[in-house]
Protein backbone atom coordinates (compact mmCIF):
# COMPACT_ATOMS: atom_id res chain seq x y z
CA UNK A 1 0.00 0.00 0.00
CA UNK A 2 1.23 3.53 -0.56
CA UNK A 3 0.16 6.04 0.70
CA UNK A 4 -0.09 10.07 -0.04
CA UNK A 5 -1.16 12.80 2.38
CA UNK A 6 -2.68 15.85 0.87
CA UNK A 7 -3.95 18.91 2.43
CA UNK A 8 -6.61 21.56 1.79
CA UNK A 9 -6.63 24.84 0.53
CA UNK A 10 -9.12 28.38 1.03
CA UNK A 11 -12.86 27.03 0.45
CA UNK A 12 -12.61 24.30 3.15
CA UNK A 13 -12.69 26.98 6.29
CA UNK A 14 -15.85 26.33 8.58
CA UNK A 15 -16.43 27.89 12.34
CA UNK A 16 -16.04 25.00 14.90
CA UNK A 17 -13.14 23.30 12.82
CA UNK A 18 -10.89 21.46 14.74
CA UNK A 19 -12.92 22.41 18.03
CA UNK A 20 -13.28 18.58 18.39
CA UNK A 21 -9.88 17.74 18.09
CA UNK A 22 -8.38 20.39 20.62
CA UNK A 23 -10.87 19.10 23.50
CA UNK A 24 -10.21 15.09 22.44
CA UNK A 25 -6.48 15.21 22.12
CA UNK A 26 -4.11 17.27 24.55
CA UNK A 27 -1.92 17.05 21.49
CA UNK A 28 -3.90 18.75 18.95
CA UNK A 29 -4.86 22.01 21.63
CA UNK A 30 -1.40 22.11 21.86
CA UNK A 31 -1.07 23.09 18.07
CA UNK A 32 -3.59 25.75 18.39
CA UNK A 33 -1.85 27.14 21.13
CA UNK A 34 1.15 27.15 19.24
CA UNK A 35 -0.09 28.94 16.17
CA UNK A 36 -1.60 31.61 18.40
CA UNK A 37 1.38 32.71 20.28
CA UNK A 38 3.11 32.72 16.66
CA UNK A 39 0.37 35.18 15.53
CA UNK A 40 -0.18 36.79 19.04
CA UNK A 41 -3.95 36.63 18.43
CA UNK A 42 -6.14 33.94 19.62
CA UNK A 43 -6.73 33.33 16.24
CA UNK A 44 -8.53 29.01 17.56
CA UNK A 45 -10.92 31.67 19.22
CA UNK A 46 -12.09 32.61 15.69
CA UNK A 47 -11.79 29.31 14.40
CA UNK A 48 -14.30 27.72 16.79
CA UNK A 49 -16.91 30.71 17.27
CA UNK A 50 -16.75 32.78 14.13
CA UNK A 51 -17.88 34.91 12.99
CA UNK A 52 -17.37 33.11 9.31
CA UNK A 53 -16.77 36.58 8.12
CA UNK A 54 -13.87 36.65 10.47
CA UNK A 55 -12.60 33.55 9.89
CA UNK A 56 -12.70 33.84 5.87
CA UNK A 57 -10.78 36.68 5.67
CA UNK A 58 -7.62 35.25 3.79
CA UNK A 59 -4.82 36.42 6.16
CA UNK A 60 -7.45 34.36 9.12
CA UNK A 61 -8.12 31.18 6.65
CA UNK A 62 -4.89 30.76 5.79
CA UNK A 63 -3.08 29.59 8.87
CA UNK A 64 -6.28 28.41 10.30
CA UNK A 65 -6.61 25.51 7.59
CA UNK A 66 -2.95 24.65 8.26
CA UNK A 67 -3.80 24.76 11.87
CA UNK A 68 -6.54 22.04 11.83
CA UNK A 69 -4.20 19.97 9.40
CA UNK A 70 -1.16 20.20 11.42
CA UNK A 71 -3.29 19.33 14.51
CA UNK A 72 -4.87 16.36 13.14
CA UNK A 73 -1.13 15.39 11.70
CA UNK A 74 0.39 15.57 15.60
CA UNK A 75 -2.60 13.44 16.62
CA UNK A 76 -1.33 10.69 14.06
CA UNK A 77 2.00 11.01 14.92
CA UNK A 78 1.78 11.08 18.77
CA UNK A 79 -1.32 9.27 19.23
CA UNK A 80 -1.76 6.78 16.47
CA UNK A 81 1.51 5.70 14.93
CA UNK A 82 2.04 7.47 11.98
CA UNK A 83 5.29 7.47 11.21
CA UNK A 84 5.76 9.62 8.09
CA UNK A 85 9.06 8.37 6.42
CA UNK A 86 7.78 4.77 6.61
CA UNK A 87 4.25 5.05 5.58
CA UNK A 88 3.76 7.86 3.35
CA UNK A 89 5.54 8.28 -0.01
CA UNK A 90 4.63 11.90 -0.76
CA UNK A 91 2.73 14.81 0.33
CA UNK A 92 0.52 17.88 -1.37
CA UNK A 93 -1.22 20.37 -0.77
CA UNK A 94 -3.76 22.62 -2.98
CA UNK A 95 -2.55 26.55 -2.63
CA UNK A 96 -1.67 27.21 0.90
CA UNK A 97 -1.69 23.24 1.24
CA UNK A 98 1.88 23.27 0.44
CA UNK A 99 3.10 25.38 3.75
CA UNK A 100 0.73 22.76 5.49
CA UNK A 101 2.48 19.76 3.75
CA UNK A 102 5.78 20.87 3.75
CA UNK A 103 4.79 21.71 7.94
CA UNK A 104 3.93 18.64 7.95
CA UNK A 105 7.09 16.93 6.23
CA UNK A 106 9.69 18.70 8.67
CA UNK A 107 10.84 21.50 6.04
CA UNK A 108 9.65 24.55 8.11
CA UNK A 109 8.10 25.01 11.75
CA UNK A 110 4.19 25.15 12.91
CA UNK A 111 5.56 28.71 14.06
CA UNK A 112 7.18 29.82 10.47
CA UNK A 113 4.02 28.00 8.48
CA UNK A 114 1.46 30.46 10.40
CA UNK A 115 3.67 33.54 10.15
CA UNK A 116 4.30 32.56 6.79
CA UNK A 117 0.61 32.37 5.49
CA UNK A 118 -0.54 34.83 7.59
CA UNK A 119 1.93 37.13 5.96
CA UNK A 120 0.80 35.44 2.54
CA UNK A 121 -3.04 35.81 2.69
CA UNK A 122 -2.07 39.74 3.57
CA UNK A 123 -0.19 39.75 0.59
CA UNK A 124 -2.66 38.43 -1.33
CA UNK A 125 -5.53 40.64 -0.09
CA UNK A 126 -3.20 43.80 -0.91
CA UNK A 127 -2.06 42.66 -4.50
CA UNK A 128 -5.20 44.01 -6.17
CA UNK A 129 -7.84 46.62 -4.57
CA UNK A 130 -10.88 45.04 -4.07
CA UNK A 131 -13.49 45.26 -6.86
CA UNK A 132 -10.73 45.12 -9.58
CA UNK A 133 -10.15 41.44 -9.52
CA UNK A 134 -12.44 38.09 -9.92
CA UNK A 135 -12.65 34.39 -9.99
CA UNK A 136 -14.84 32.19 -11.87
CA UNK A 137 -15.06 28.19 -11.65
CA UNK A 138 -15.42 26.45 -15.37
CA UNK A 139 -17.79 23.01 -14.87
CA UNK A 140 -18.02 20.52 -17.48
CA UNK A 141 -14.85 21.63 -19.42
CA UNK A 142 -10.79 21.11 -19.00
CA UNK A 143 -7.55 22.29 -19.31
CA UNK A 144 -7.65 23.08 -22.78
CA UNK A 145 -11.33 24.99 -22.80
CA UNK A 146 -10.56 26.78 -19.58
CA UNK A 147 -7.23 27.98 -21.64
CA UNK A 148 -8.87 28.80 -24.64
CA UNK A 149 -11.70 30.95 -22.86
CA UNK A 150 -9.00 32.67 -21.28
CA UNK A 151 -7.17 33.93 -24.08
CA UNK A 152 -10.38 34.85 -25.94
CA UNK A 153 -10.88 37.05 -23.02
CA UNK A 154 -8.44 38.67 -23.90
CA UNK A 155 -8.56 39.71 -26.80
CA UNK A 156 -9.11 43.76 -26.90
CA UNK A 157 -8.15 43.93 -23.91
CA UNK A 158 -7.03 47.22 -22.17
CA UNK A 159 -3.55 47.12 -20.84
CA UNK A 160 -2.93 45.86 -17.38
CA UNK A 161 -6.01 43.25 -18.00
CA UNK A 162 -5.46 39.67 -17.05
CA UNK A 163 -7.29 36.44 -17.49
CA UNK A 164 -5.57 33.17 -17.05
CA UNK A 165 -6.13 29.79 -15.84
CA UNK A 166 -5.52 29.67 -11.93
CA UNK A 167 -6.70 25.93 -10.87
CA UNK A 168 -6.52 22.97 -13.15
CA UNK A 169 -8.48 20.90 -10.40
CA UNK A 170 -10.25 17.85 -12.29
CA UNK A 171 -10.83 17.12 -15.29
CA UNK A 172 -14.36 19.01 -15.36
CA UNK A 173 -13.67 21.66 -13.16
CA UNK A 174 -11.70 24.78 -13.91
CA UNK A 175 -11.14 28.07 -12.16
CA UNK A 176 -9.77 31.52 -13.87
CA UNK A 177 -8.90 34.68 -12.39
CA UNK A 178 -8.17 38.20 -13.18
CA UNK A 179 -9.23 41.04 -14.28
CA UNK A 180 -12.77 42.07 -13.02
CA UNK A 181 -13.73 42.79 -17.02
CA UNK A 182 -11.48 40.43 -18.48
CA UNK A 183 -12.96 37.44 -16.94
CA UNK A 184 -16.36 39.28 -17.41
CA UNK A 185 -16.15 38.92 -20.99
CA UNK A 186 -15.13 35.12 -20.40
CA UNK A 187 -18.32 34.59 -18.77
CA UNK A 188 -19.91 36.37 -21.94
CA UNK A 189 -18.26 33.89 -24.61
CA UNK A 190 -18.24 30.63 -21.58
CA UNK A 191 -21.23 28.69 -23.75
CA UNK A 192 -19.94 29.43 -27.16
CA UNK A 193 -16.83 27.22 -25.81
CA UNK A 194 -19.26 24.24 -24.10
CA UNK A 195 -18.69 25.37 -20.61
CA UNK A 196 -21.90 24.17 -18.47
CA UNK A 197 -21.93 26.59 -15.57
CA UNK A 198 -19.71 29.41 -15.47
CA UNK A 199 -19.99 30.28 -11.72
CA UNK A 200 -18.16 33.13 -10.64
CA UNK A 201 -16.62 32.72 -6.94
CA UNK A 202 -17.08 34.95 -3.90
CA UNK A 203 -13.31 35.90 -3.09
CA UNK A 204 -11.54 38.76 -2.21
CA UNK A 205 -9.33 38.46 -4.47
CA UNK A 206 -8.24 37.12 -7.66
CA UNK A 207 -5.21 34.56 -6.43
CA UNK A 208 -3.39 32.44 -8.48
CA UNK A 209 -2.44 34.70 -11.33
CA UNK A 210 -0.17 37.59 -12.74
CA UNK A 211 -1.91 40.24 -10.87
CA UNK A 212 -0.50 38.72 -7.76
CA UNK A 213 3.28 39.38 -8.29
CA UNK A 214 3.03 42.29 -5.76
CA UNK A 215 2.38 39.06 -3.10
CA UNK A 216 5.16 36.81 -4.77
CA UNK A 217 7.75 39.74 -4.01
CA UNK A 218 6.43 39.86 -0.49
CA UNK A 219 6.43 35.70 0.06
CA UNK A 220 10.43 35.87 -1.86
CA UNK A 221 11.02 38.55 1.55
CA UNK A 222 9.30 36.45 3.80
CA UNK A 223 10.31 33.20 2.72
CA UNK A 224 14.47 34.25 2.75
CA UNK A 225 13.57 34.83 6.78
CA UNK A 226 12.86 31.34 7.51
CA UNK A 227 15.65 28.14 7.70
CA UNK A 228 13.69 25.55 5.42
CA UNK A 229 14.88 21.91 5.61
CA UNK A 230 14.46 19.09 3.60
CA UNK A 231 11.54 17.53 3.81
CA UNK A 232 10.72 13.68 5.59
CA UNK A 233 9.06 12.84 2.11
CA UNK A 234 8.88 14.57 -1.22
CA UNK A 235 6.33 17.19 -1.97
CA UNK A 236 4.23 17.15 -5.22
CA UNK A 237 4.36 20.44 -5.97
CA UNK A 238 1.35 22.86 -7.41
CA UNK A 239 3.68 24.43 -10.09
CA UNK A 240 5.87 21.49 -11.90
CA UNK A 241 3.40 18.69 -10.96
CA UNK A 242 5.95 16.57 -9.70
CA UNK A 243 7.98 15.90 -6.85
CA UNK A 244 10.52 18.16 -4.96
CA UNK A 245 12.82 17.91 -1.97
CA UNK A 246 15.35 20.28 -2.21
CA UNK A 247 15.05 23.09 -0.01
CA UNK A 248 15.91 26.34 -2.53
CA UNK A 249 13.59 24.74 -5.25
CA UNK A 250 11.40 24.74 -2.66
CA UNK A 251 11.56 28.35 -1.91
CA UNK A 252 11.58 29.21 -6.07
CA UNK A 253 7.89 27.19 -6.69
CA UNK A 254 6.38 28.54 -3.16
CA UNK A 255 7.35 31.93 -4.81
CA UNK A 256 5.94 31.12 -8.23
CA UNK A 257 2.87 29.28 -7.64
CA UNK A 258 1.31 32.90 -5.61
CA UNK A 259 0.84 33.95 -9.88
CA UNK A 260 0.96 30.19 -11.16
CA UNK A 261 -1.87 27.81 -12.09
CA UNK A 262 -2.55 25.08 -9.50
CA UNK A 263 -1.95 22.00 -11.12
CA UNK A 264 -4.11 19.72 -8.78
CA UNK A 265 -5.08 17.47 -11.45
CA UNK A 266 -1.57 16.46 -12.60
CA UNK A 267 -0.42 16.65 -9.17
CA UNK A 268 -3.10 13.64 -8.75
CA UNK A 269 -2.10 11.64 -12.04
CA UNK A 270 1.30 12.20 -10.70
CA UNK A 271 0.68 10.63 -7.37
CA UNK A 272 -0.92 7.68 -9.15
CA UNK A 273 1.47 7.09 -11.99
CA UNK A 274 4.13 6.47 -9.11
CA UNK A 275 2.38 3.94 -7.12
CA UNK A 276 0.22 5.95 -4.76
CA UNK A 277 -2.78 3.62 -4.40
CA UNK A 278 -4.59 5.87 -1.15
CA UNK A 279 -4.96 9.42 -0.55
CA UNK A 280 -5.50 10.74 3.02
CA UNK A 281 -6.38 14.13 3.16
CA UNK A 282 -5.59 15.69 6.47
CA UNK A 283 -7.77 18.88 8.10
CA UNK A 284 -10.93 20.42 7.40
CA UNK A 285 -13.15 18.98 4.73
CA UNK A 286 -13.74 16.87 1.87
CA UNK A 287 -12.38 18.51 -0.97
CA UNK A 288 -9.56 17.40 -2.23
CA UNK A 289 -10.30 13.81 -1.27
CA UNK A 290 -13.69 13.94 -3.50
CA UNK A 291 -11.29 15.24 -6.59
CA UNK A 292 -8.92 12.96 -6.57
CA UNK A 293 -11.65 10.20 -7.45
CA UNK A 294 -12.68 12.48 -10.10
CA UNK A 295 -9.00 12.24 -11.26
CA UNK A 296 -8.48 9.07 -10.78
CA UNK A 297 -11.81 6.80 -10.14
CA UNK A 298 -9.51 3.76 -8.74
CA UNK A 299 -7.98 5.70 -5.94
CA UNK A 300 -8.80 5.08 -2.59
CA UNK A 301 -9.26 8.69 -0.70
CA UNK A 302 -10.61 9.69 2.38
CA UNK A 303 -10.72 12.42 4.36
CA UNK A 304 -9.22 12.65 8.26
CA UNK A 305 -9.76 15.68 10.50
CA UNK A 306 -12.32 14.86 13.32
CA UNK A 307 -11.76 12.55 15.73
CA UNK A 308 -13.93 9.92 14.38
CA UNK A 309 -12.54 9.96 11.33
CA UNK A 310 -8.97 9.55 12.96
CA UNK A 311 -10.23 6.46 14.99
CA UNK A 312 -11.63 4.74 11.79
CA UNK A 313 -8.90 5.41 9.58
CA UNK A 314 -5.71 5.44 11.90
CA UNK A 315 -5.10 1.64 11.94
CA UNK A 316 -3.96 1.95 8.11
CA UNK A 317 -1.01 4.33 9.18
CA UNK A 318 -0.26 0.96 11.45
CA UNK A 319 0.64 -2.14 9.34
Excluded at 77 to 92: I, T
Aim: hydrophobic share 50%; net charge neutral.
Amino acid sequence: MAIALVFPGQGSQAVGMGAELAKTYPSAKAVFDEVDAALGQKLSEVMWNGPIETLTLTENAQPALMAVSLATMRVLEAEKGLDLARHVKFVAGHSLGEYSALAAAGAFSITDAARLLKARGKAMQAAVPVGQGAMAALLGVGLDVGTRLAEAAMVGAAPGEVCQVANDNEPTQVVISGSKTAVERAGTLAKGLGVRRFMPLNVSAPFHCALMQPAAEAMARELAKVAVQRPRVALVANVPASAIAEPDEIVKRLIEQVTATVRWRECVAYMAAHGINDIYEIGSGKVLSGLAKRIVPSMNAASIGTPSEIELTSPAFTT
